[in-house]
Nanobody
Framework: QVQLVESGGGLVQAGGSLRLSCAAS????????MGWFRQAPEKEREFVAA?????????YYADSVKGRFTISKDNAENTVYLQMNSLKPEDTAVYYC?????????????????????WGQGTQVTVSS
């Protein structure tokens, strides 16, 4: 069994910052990428960012967060992070991390929730105006 546990969510004013963490534990698995998604009330789950787990850790971002959010990883700690700066009220959502055992040459394919195998329980981020 693989567990992903997110932390770091909370309430912040517009323009503020938060850092989310996602720690993986459980059985060893082939992890090719990890991603962050978010889901606002009555909206579909939306891709935020993805990072390739091996090598230099190439990254890919949704246009809506590019330049404001940074995804990073610590292989030794089995943890992926999402640094969120210049937060806006429209960033309010439950944020989920996910891990994929599937290899794709292009990070673009990690924008699709169906291409992930494991999910965390989510952490709430609320940005007040």
């Amino acid at each position: 069994q693989v567990q992903l546990v997110e932390s770091g969510g909370g309430l912040v004013q517009a323009g503020g910052s938060l850092r989310l963490s996602c720690a993986a534990s459980g059985r060893t698995f082939s992890r090719y990428a990890m991603g962050w998604f978010r889901q606002a009330p009555e909206k579909e789950r939306e891709f935020v960012a993805a990072i390739r787990w091996s090598g230099g850790g190439s990254t890919y971002y949704a246009d809506s967060v590019k330049g404001r959010f940074t995804i990073s990883k610590d292989n030794a700690e089995n943890t992926v992070y999402l640094q969120m700066n210049s937060l806006k009220p429209e960033d309010t959502a439950v944020y989920y991390c996910a891990a994929s055992e599937k290899y794709y040459g292009s990070l673009y394919y990690y924008t699709r929730p169906d291409n992930y195998d494991y999910w965390g329980q989510g952490t709430q981020v609320t940005v007040s105006s």
